[in-house]
């Protein structure tokens, strides 16, 4: 096929529920191409001699590679090609937000729509499943060192994957009941079902990860006393699981003040929530979304989103915002809360104010800076701040930890080694909330270094991967 007629080709778009179904249930909204979908799409890729994609993909994906394997119907080949630097493609194609990462460096997008990598890589994950083909990868023989992983999200599921292939005995310890950290308790059903995680579960087990559900590091064990135990090196992938605060009058101690990560883990962990008819959710990011539409799925009718900026600076995906608007979810934007009103201590409306952008911040975005008397009144029955998460420090008690400012680990930016020579970090409790690509390929950078340390090699030398050539 020439250049010219793969240019003519039209992007492909997946099926979808329609929102009047979606909102009433949980089930996944976006369904997969089909194969002649699938090959059209990857007909739409010019095999570029320079591919920016993969610039763009935090893993570094070999993405002309699987595109050509899989336009030649070689869908396994074309799955492995994406295994060998991806360790969770079925999460990664359904979560990230591919416009800003890979099909945001498609240089396809330059003149018109990116190839679908995101949707591509799914198909292939899926056709897998369907096919019952093996997804697992043998292990080494064991080796006698022991390795804690604390947090079972993307970064310490990479952790315990890389190193259990490698032999080490490995042991991931979960504070949540609950497998899968922000995957499973921070992402709804409706964008990642549970059967993928479920799969990522079966993967660890099968190369004999031993997986301890309920138990907090810090609390119930110190990370000093698994060192007493015997593990050889420790990694922690605790996650930003705290939410930040607005900081406004009314916000403690209001009945109907939620916030966007709690109430999240509530829903998907199975606790029957009432927050009323009318909500009011805050935030532009990828929670806030969540929040907003798990709302709606949960019998609240009128459900708002106030945002500081404009739309085009929310930082959540923009297929996410679209699936938010088409299901009735109001976007109020250049707007901010000051004030939680309420009777006998239960909430009943929320003050605003509008806002105007200024001058551009360190974020390079431009400043909200508020309209003087321009302060209107929402009345709601729930309000959720979802502006933000920071990391708790449940996991570190007894141990000195350097920190950054932000209150993530400081740690080396080559090598993820923290300020205790046997303790590593990687993922958002580094990063501070990232995607699910970038806490793999954290998770990729700390097990390359924990088995340094545990074969006493030096850290740094001729390395396969280092944190900064993500950042
Ligand atoms: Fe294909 Fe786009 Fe990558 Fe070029 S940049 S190889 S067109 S996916």
């Known amino acids: ?93 359904r979560v990230c937000p591919h416009e800003f990462q890979c099909e945001g460096s498609c240089v396809r997008g330059k003149k018109g729509d990116a190839v679908a990598i995101g949707m591509l890589e799914r198909y292939l994950t899926d056709w897998m499943v369907a096919n019952g083909r093996p997804m697992a990868v043998e292990c080494a023989l064991p080796r006698q060192e022991k390795v804690a992983i604390v947090g079972s999200g993307p970064a310490g599921m990479t952790v315990a994957y890389i ?21 499973s308790v921070g992402i709804p059903h409706y964008r990642l079902p549970r059967d993928i995680i479920g799969a990522e579960l079966h993967s660890l087990k099968s190369c004999g990860v031993d997986i301890r559900l309920g138990v907090t590091v810090g609390r119930d064990v110190t990370l000093a006393e698994l060192r007493e135990q015997g593990y050889a090196s420790v990694f922690l992938g605790v996650g930003a699981h705290e939410s930040r605060k607005l900081g406004i009058e009314g916000e403690e101690g209001t009945e109907g003040v939620l916030h966007g990560v709690d109430y999240l883990r509530r829903v998907l962990t199975g606790e029957e929530m009432n927050i009323g008819s009318k909500v009011v959710v805050v935030g532009g990011g990828n929670v806030a979304i969540d929040v907003a539409r798990t709302a709606l799925r949960t019998g609240s009718k009128d459900v708002f989103i106030l945002y500081r900026r404009t739309k085009e600076e929310m930082p959540a995906s923009r297929a996410e915002i679209h699936h938010l608007e088409e299901e009735g979810v109001r976007v109020e934007i250049l707007a901010a809360p000051v004030r939680i009103l309420s009777e006998k201590g239960r909430m009943t409306a929320v003050e605003c104010i509008r806002m105007e952008l200024g ?75 990232q995607t699910v690509a970038k806490a793999v390929y954290q998770g990729k950078v700390a097990a390359e270094s924990m088995q340094r340390f545990m074969e006493g090699r030096d850290l740094r030398v001729d390395r396969k991967f280092t944190a900064h050539m993500e950042q």
């Not at 350097?402 to 409790?429: H, K």
């Open 163 to 183: 190193l259990a292939h490698e032999g080490y005995s490995c042991t991931i310890f979960e504070s949540l009941p609950v497998f899968g950290g922000m995957l």
């Open 359 to 433: 001058e551009p911040d360190e974020s390079g975005r431009r400043r909200p800076v508020a309209r003087e008397g321009s302060n209107f009144i929402i009345e709601a029955d729930s309000i959720i701040p979802a502006i933000s998460q920071r990391v708790d420090h449940t996991a570190d008690q007894g141990v000195e930890l350097q920190q950054t400012p932000w209150g993530t680990y400081q740690v080396d930016p080559e090598t993820l080694q923290t300020s205790v020579d046997w303790l590593f970090a990687g993922g958002d409790n580094v990063l501070g909330p």
């Open 1 to 93: 096929m020439k250049a010219k007629e793969r240019m003519a080709i039209p992007r492909q778009r997946p099926r979808e529920l329609k929102p009047e179904e979606r909102i009433t249930n949980f089930k996944e909204v976006t369904f997969g191409f089909d194969e002649e979908t699938a090959i059209l799409e990857a007909n739409r890729c010019l095999q570029c001699k320079k591919p920016t994609c993969i610039q763009g993909c935090p893993i570094r994906n070999d993405i002309p590679g699987f595109i050509a394997l899989l336009r030649e119907k070689k869908f396994e080949e074309a799955y492995w090609k994406v295994r060998e630097t991806s360790t969770m493609p079925s999460v990664c194609s």
